[in-house]
Structures are given as structure tokens and as C-alpha cells.
């Protein structure tokens, strides 16, 4: 997986009103929940600021990444677990991000790439990606920056489902029947098909 880095502020100002003036001047509000745990054992939340452009590359991106997080100086690995967006305007409102260590598992979202020629689309076929990510549990370190799938013996009317791959280092939380990618039979296809009966 690739890393970037992400340089933030910590921040004493909570509540709406400190988040109102965090985006007047162009920051993203946002919380590090940390591998420490409180007496209650719940996660350890840091709050902090990051520039809307220091967030860019991270956000805006089909990529993954395990951040490079510094906040005033401290610096840790994160990950970005939940994004919320404005529902008009589209910009970004909050970031959650997740400390990770190289021996806990964490849960990840990796976008899916199909390679290959698919034997279906030979005969006339449209491949379809159904699914764009799926979800897995590993350690940051085995997480790949796209879970590749070879399509090559995907025939006409055929599909791959989830419970159909495995990948090494890597649980695959998705329902075992989602469909991932599939040979559509288009009106050619059959077509050419009742021309050979």
C-alpha cells in the first residue's frame, strides 16, 4: 500500500462553534482514534485540524493510502476510516482516522481491478464490474493497493463471486455470493448464438 503524509493541528476548540470557525478559514476538522484505550477501554480520540489541501491527494483519489500522520511534531501510520461531505456543496465536513500497528488487523475497503481478456467477451460478451471495492481484514503491511481478479476463462453468462477468490494475507469480508464482476450476454451475443443452433 502506498503512504502519504499528512501534516495537522491540534485542536482545543470542540463543539459547533469551534468547528464553524475551523472551516471558515479552509480546515477540515478531524479525530485520530488511537490504538491507546481509556479506563473503559474505548479508543482514544485526538482531535485535530488538516487544510482542505492537505487532504486533497488523500481524498480525491481511486488510490489507498496509509497516512503518515503528524500532528504538531507526533507523528503515528493511520488510516482513513470515514469521510462526511456536505450533501450540497460536496465539501468535506469531517475525517475520521485510525492509528494502525504493524500487528493489528484492521479493516480496509480495496478497489477491484479485473485483467485479462474474458472468453465471453470473445464471443460477444460485456464484462461489468458489480462491485468497485471490496472489504478485508489483514495487517496495513499485506493490504495491496488493488485486489487484481484474471478474467481470462469468464465465459458468456458467467460471473465471479467472493467466495470464489482468495488472496494470500487476507480475509475478504464481503457475503460469499456478492457478485464482483460478470460476462453480460448483449443482443449480438445471443444473436450469433441462435445463428449457430
Known sequence: MKTIDVKGTARTE???KGTREIRKVDAVPC??????KDENGKPVATPFTV?????RNLVYT???YAVNLDIDGQSCKAIMKEIQFHP???NI???DFYQISEDKPIVMEVPVALEGLAEGVRAGGKLQ???RKLKVKATYDKIPEKLVINVTNLGLGKTIKVGELSFEGLEILNAKETVVCGVKLTRAARG????VK
Open 14 to 16: 470542540l463543539g459547533k
Open 31 to 36: 479525530i485520530l482514534y488511537g490504538v491507546k
Open 51 to 55: 487544510t482542505n489541501d492537505g487532504l
Open 62 to 64: 481511486p488510490h489507498i
Open 88 to 90: 450540497v456543496k460536496d
Open 93 to 95: 465536513l469531517h475525517v
Open 129 to 131: 464490474l458489480q462491485v
Open 192 to 195: 450469433a448464438a441462435a445463428a
